[in-house]
C-alpha cells in the first residue's frame, strides 16, 4: 500500500534540497538570459516580432526544462546511492516505491516553479510585441512540460541501467531522434521500403516520440489543430509516463544497495 | 528482537572474476533490551551484515528475523533506528531540517520532534549547530547528528554501524553514555564495531566474526571468565616504595601470608583479567575461546 504523506514528505524535502543548491540558480540564469536574447531579438525583427518572441521564449522554456530535467535527473538515484544518503531514508517505514515517487514528484516541483517563472516572461514579452491571445500557446507551455517528465522519466530508467554519462548521452540521443524519427517517416526513402516504415513504427511504439509535444508550427503559422490531436498527446504522454514509472518502480525495488 | 537464520551473502562480480562470498552460514540473535557488541576486523561482514538487516541487499540464503516488532515491513522499521557507517545527508538542509525530514517520516507529529530535539540535541552536542547547512559540518558532528536521527522517533531496536568511528575520545565516551542511557530506557541497541575496548566498555553481549563466519556469540563476562589466567598480581608497600609480584593462584595464598609475617603492607591483589582484544585478536590463531 502506497503512502501519499511519505510521497509528499520526500518530495517537499527533494524540492528544499534543489532550491538551496546553486546549480539551479544558473538554470533559471540560463533561461532568463534566453528570455532577454528573446527580447532583444525580437526588437531588431521587421514584420511579425511576436512571432520571433514567442518562437525564442518557447524555445527557451523547452531548453531550460529539459536541461533541468537531465541534469537533476541523472543525479536523482545515482548521487542518492553513491553517496549512501538513501541509506538515512529507507531505513525508515518507507518502500523504495515511495521513495521514488517522492524523489521524482520533488523534481516535477522543480520543473513547475520553472516553467512557470520562464513562462510569464516569455508571454510578457510576446504580449509586450504585440501578440494575441492564443490558447495553443498555453497547451504548448503545457506539453513542454509533460516532454520534460518524459525526459526526466526516461533519464531515472537509464541511470538504473547505467552509469550518469552514459544515461545523460542515450537520454539526449533518445530525445534528439524522438524528434528526428518523424522527419525521417517521411522521406520517400523511407515511404518506398516497408520494412524501414515498420522499423520506424516499432521505434514510435517504443521509444519515446518527442516530436508529439511540439505544437510550435501551428503557432507560428497560426494552423488549427484538432482538439483529438490535443487529447491524444495527453493521452500517450500519460500512458508511456505510467509505463516507465511502473519500469523504474520494478527495477529499483530489486536494486542491490551496496 | 533481531535475529540472523544461516544468512549467507555472496557477491557475484562479473563474469572475469570470482564471486565472492562475504558470509558463511551466520546465525545469531539479538535479544530484547540488551546492547550487543558486533565485532570483526575490516572485511570481516559486519556492513553486509546490517545492510542485509536493513533490507538494503537480499541475502544469497537464509533469512532475517524481527521478533516482537511488528508483521509488515513499515510496522517493523517504525521501532528500528538505523546509523549507517560514515553517515551522508543533503548538504543544503540543515541539521534541523534533517531530523524533522526524517522524524516525519516515521509519522512523528512535528511538536514532539521539536521537544525531541530540544531534549537529545544538547546531549549529542550539535544543538549549537542545528541551523547550519549540513555542507558545513565536521566529521564528527555528522556523526551527532546522524545519532541524533537515529534516536529521533524513539525506536525500540538501535542499529549502529561503527557509531564512534571519526569522533574524538571525549566524543566517544559522551557517545558511549548516551548508548547506555538508551539501554537504561528499555532499548534494544545492536552495535557494529572493530574497537574491541569499545564493546568491552557496554556492552552485555558480543558477536564477533572472522572472515565471514560467526566466531563468537555470547556473554562479554562469560568469555572473559573462560579465559582467566591463574595468574594475580599482588601490589605492596616495602620502604616507603611500592612494589608488584606476579604469582600463581595456588601459591597466592602462601606469598600473602608470607608477606604479612614480614610486616609488608599490602595494597591490592588482582587476578589476571584478559580484555576482549587479547581473547579475540592476540589469540587469533586459535579459534577456541
Not at chain 1, 552509469?163 to 520517400?188: D, P, R
Not at chain 2, 558532528?141 to 525506536?155: N, V
Given at each position: 500500500m502506497i503512502d501519499i504523506k511519505k510521497i509528499l514528505i520526500i518530495s517537499r524535502f527533494t524540492l528544499m534540497e534543489i532550491l538551496k543548491s546553486k546549480i539551479l540558480y544558473n538554470i533559471l540564469f540560463l533561461g532568463l538570459g534566453l528570455v532577454v536574447i528573446t527580447f532583444v531579438a525580437h526588437q531588431f525583427t521587421y514584420g511579425a516580432p511576436q512571432r520571433v518572441a514567442i518562437d525564442f521564449g518557447l524555445g527557451a522554456l523547452s531548453l531550460s526544462s529539459i536541461a533541468i530535467a537531465i541534469f537533476?535527473?541523472?543525479?536523482?538515484?545515482?548521487?542518492?546511492?553513491?553517496?549512501?544518503?538513501?541509506?538515512?531514508?529507507?531505513?525508515?517505514?518507507?518502500?523504495?516505491?515511495?521513495?521514488?515517487?517522492?524523489?521524482?514528484?520533488?523534481?516535477?516541483?522543480?520543473?513547475?516553479?520553472?516553467?512557470?517563472?520562464?513562462?510569464?516572461?516569455?508571454?510578457?514579452?510576446?504580449?509586450?510585441?504585440?501578440?494575441?491571445?492564443?490558447?495553443?500557446?498555453?497547451?504548448?507551455?503545457?506539453?513542454?512540460?509533460?516532454?520534460?517528465?518524459?525526459?526526466?522519466?526516461?533519464i531515472t530508467l537509464l541511470s538504473l541501467l547505467t552509469n550518469q554519462v552514459l544515461s545523460i548521452l542515450f537520454t539526449i540521443f533518445l530525445y534528439i531522434s524522438g524528434y528526428a524519427i518523424h522527419e525521417v517517416s517521411s522521406l520517400s526513402f523511407v515511404l518506398n521500403r516497408v520494412w524501414l516504415q515498420k522499423a520506424i513504427n516499432l521505434y514510435d511504439f517504443v521509444l519515446p516520440g518527442f516530436y508529439r509535444f511540439n505544437l510550435k508550427d501551428h503557432i507560428l503559422y497560426e494552423s488549427n489543430i484538432g482538439g483529438a490531436n490535443l487529447a491524444a498527446t495527453l493521452s500517450y504522454s500519460f500512458v508511456y509516463s505510467l509505463a516507465l514509472l511502473l519500469i523504474i518502480a520494478y527495477l529499483f525495488k530489486r536494486k542491490s544497495l551496496d | 528482537m533481531l535475529k540472523f537464520n544461516n544468512i549467507t551473502k555472496v557477491f557475484d562480480t562479473d563474469i572475469f572474476t570470482k564471486s565472492f562470498t562475504a558470509l558463511e552460514k551466520v546465525s545469531f540473535e539479538v535479544e530484547k533490551n540488551t546492547v550487543v557488541g558486533f565485532l570483526g576486523a575490516n572485511g570481516a561482514g559486519k556492513t553486509s551484515s546490517l545492510k542485509i538487516a536493513m533490507e538494503f541487499i537480499p541475502p544469497s540464503k537464509g533469512e532475517v528475523e524481527y521478533i516482537g516488532l511488528g508483521s509488515t515491513r513499515k510496522e517493523i522499521f517504525s521501532k528500528v533506528g538505523y546509523l549507517p557507517e560514515r553517515p551522508y545527508f543533503y548538504p543544503s538542509l540543515t541539521g534541523r531540517e534533517f531530523c524533522l525530514y526524517v522524524g516525519s517520516l516515521c509519522d512523528v507529529p512535528s511538536k514532539i520532534l521539536k521537544e525531541v530535539i530540544l531534549k537529545w540535541a544538547p546531549k549529542f552536542r550539535i544543538d549549537f549547530a542545528l541551523d547550519r547547512q549540513i555542507r558545513n559540518y565536521s566529521k564528527g558532528m555528522l556523526q551527532r547528528l546522524g545519532f541524533l536521527s537515529t534516536i529521533i522517533h524513539d525506536p525500540e531496536l538501535i542499529i549502529l554501524d561503527e557509531p564512534l568511528s571519526g569522533v574524538d575520545p571525549l566524543g566517544r565516551k559522551e557517545l558511549k553514555d548516551i548508548i547506555v542511557e538508551i539501554h537504561q530506557q528499555g532499548k534494544t541497541v545492536f552495535f557494529s564495531s572493530h574497537i574491541i575496548s569499545d564493546v568491552e566498555d557496554i556492552c552485555e553481549k558480543v558477536i564477533f566474526l572472522k572472515e565471514g563466519k560467526l566466531h563468537y556469540e555470547g556473554k562479554v563476562d562469560m568469555i572473559i571468565n573462560k579465559n582467566l589466567k591463574p595468574f594475580s598480581t599482588i601490589r605492596y608497600m616495602r620502604n616507603d616504595q611500592v612494589e608488584s609480584i606476579e604469582v600463581k593462584d595456588s601459591e597466592k595464598q602462601a606469598t600473602i601470608k608470607e608477606l604479612i609475617e614480614h610486616n609488608v603492607n599490602i595494597i591490592s591483589v588482582n587476578q589476571h583479567k584478559p580484555t576482549l582484544e587479547e581473547i579475540f585478536y592476540k589469540t587469533k590463531n586459535d579459534d577456541r575461546y
Amino acid at each position: 500500500m502506497i503512502d501519499i504523506k511519505k510521497i509528499l514528505i520526500i518530495s517537499r524535502f527533494t524540492l528544499m534540497e534543489i532550491l538551496k543548491s546553486k546549480i539551479l540558480y544558473n538554470i533559471l540564469f540560463l533561461g532568463l538570459g534566453l528570455v532577454v536574447i528573446t527580447f532583444v531579438a525580437h526588437q531588431f525583427t521587421y514584420g511579425a516580432p511576436q512571432r520571433v518572441a514567442i518562437d525564442f521564449g518557447l524555445g527557451a522554456l523547452s531548453l531550460s526544462s529539459i536541461a533541468i530535467a537531465i541534469f537533476f535527473g541523472a543525479n536523482l538515484l545515482k548521487k542518492e546511492i553513491e553517496s549512501r544518503t538513501i541509506y538515512m531514508i529507507i531505513s525508515r517505514p518507507v518502500s523504495r516505491v515511495e521513495f521514488i515517487l517522492g524523489k521524482l514528484l520533488g523534481l516535477i516541483g522543480v520543473l513547475t516553479m520553472n516553467i512557470s517563472i520562464l513562462a510569464s516572461l516569455s508571454l510578457l514579452v510576446y504580449f509586450i510585441s504585440g501578440g494575441n491571445f492564443d490558447s495553443l500557446i498555453g497547451w504548448q507551455i503545457f506539453f513542454i512540460f509533460l516532454e520534460a517528465i518524459v525526459v526526466l522519466l526516461v533519464i531515472t530508467l537509464l541511470s538504473l541501467l547505467t552509469n550518469q554519462v552514459l544515461s545523460i548521452l542515450f537520454t539526449i540521443f533518445l530525445y534528439i531522434s524522438g524528434y528526428a524519427i518523424h522527419e525521417v517517416s517521411s522521406l520517400s526513402f523511407v515511404l518506398n521500403r516497408v520494412w524501414l516504415q515498420k522499423a520506424i513504427n516499432l521505434y514510435d511504439f517504443v521509444l519515446p516520440g518527442f516530436y508529439r509535444f511540439n505544437l510550435k508550427d501551428h503557432i507560428l503559422y497560426e494552423s488549427n489543430i484538432g482538439g483529438a490531436n490535443l487529447a491524444a498527446t495527453l493521452s500517450y504522454s500519460f500512458v508511456y509516463s505510467l509505463a516507465l514509472l511502473l519500469i523504474i518502480a520494478y527495477l529499483f525495488k530489486r536494486k542491490s544497495l551496496d | 528482537m533481531l535475529k540472523f537464520n544461516n544468512i549467507t551473502k555472496v557477491f557475484d562480480t562479473d563474469i572475469f572474476t570470482k564471486s565472492f562470498t562475504a558470509l558463511e552460514k551466520v546465525s545469531f540473535e539479538v535479544e530484547k533490551n540488551t546492547v550487543v557488541g558486533f565485532l570483526g576486523a575490516n572485511g570481516a561482514g559486519k556492513t553486509s551484515s546490517l545492510k542485509i538487516a536493513m533490507e538494503f541487499i537480499p541475502p544469497s540464503k537464509g533469512e532475517v528475523e524481527y521478533i516482537g516488532l511488528g508483521s509488515t515491513r513499515k510496522e517493523i522499521f517504525s521501532k528500528v533506528g538505523y546509523l549507517p557507517e560514515r553517515p551522508y545527508f543533503y548538504p543544503s538542509l540543515t541539521g534541523r531540517e534533517f531530523c524533522l525530514y526524517v522524524g516525519s517520516l516515521c509519522d512523528v507529529p512535528s511538536k514532539i520532534l521539536k521537544e525531541v530535539i530540544l531534549k537529545w540535541a544538547p546531549k549529542f552536542r550539535i544543538d549549537f549547530a542545528l541551523d547550519r547547512q549540513i555542507r558545513n559540518y565536521s566529521k564528527g558532528m555528522l556523526q551527532r547528528l546522524g545519532f541524533l536521527s537515529t534516536i529521533i522517533h524513539d525506536p525500540e531496536l538501535i542499529i549502529l554501524d561503527e557509531p564512534l568511528s571519526g569522533v574524538d575520545p571525549l566524543g566517544r565516551k559522551e557517545l558511549k553514555d548516551i548508548i547506555v542511557e538508551i539501554h537504561q530506557q528499555g532499548k534494544t541497541v545492536f552495535f557494529s564495531s572493530h574497537i574491541i575496548s569499545d564493546v568491552e566498555d557496554i556492552c552485555e553481549k558480543v558477536i564477533f566474526l572472522k572472515e565471514g563466519k560467526l566466531h563468537y556469540e555470547g556473554k562479554v563476562d562469560m568469555i572473559i571468565n573462560k579465559n582467566l589466567k591463574p595468574f594475580s598480581t599482588i601490589r605492596y608497600m616495602r620502604n616507603d616504595q611500592v612494589e608488584s609480584i606476579e604469582v600463581k593462584d595456588s601459591e597466592k595464598q602462601a606469598t600473602i601470608k608470607e608477606l604479612i609475617e614480614h610486616n609488608v603492607n599490602i595494597i591490592s591483589v588482582n587476578q589476571h583479567k584478559p580484555t576482549l582484544e587479547e581473547i579475540f585478536y592476540k589469540t587469533k590463531n586459535d579459534d577456541r575461546y
